[in-house]
């Protein structure tokens, strides 16, 4: 039997640039300045609609290290709606800005076109940019 191989077709600029720097990783860095000015699509436990207040991400654990998964679009999001059926889109540099510390990032998990970065890289490119 033939198993099936999901192909990452982009669909926004933040993602035809990701897909590049993954296949060219001399440019990733490039590409976390452009993230920084980006906006991802960040799933909620709770209804952050009705109450911005209640934000509640949904976390990866890594190794003991919690992950907040983000979405390149909304779309795909649609992986983790069974545990964050609600979310919000936020700024990239916002995010990181308001990130709770000893936590990192996870972004399109699930996707052949994905990447993640542990708090202490996330401060790092924090600093970078503020």
Known sequence: MEQLVS????????ETDLQAA???PENFGAFLK????????V????????DPESFRPVLYDKKG?????VFTSKDR???VAHIG???MPLRVATLVKRMPPGT???VNPGESVSFNMSAEGLRRLGQGFY
């Open 7 to 14: 192909v990452f077709i982009p669909q926004n600029q933040l």
């Open 22 to 24: 993954q296949a060219d």
């Open 34 to 41: 452009k993230f920084l000015l980006a906006e991802v699509y």
């Open 43 to 50: 799933p909620s436990v709770t209804d952050v609609e009705k």
């Open 65 to 69: 290290e919690p992950l907040m998964i």
């Open 77 to 79: 999001a649609k992986a």
């Open 85 to 87: 059926q609600f979310g």
């Open 104 to 106: 990192g990032l996870f």
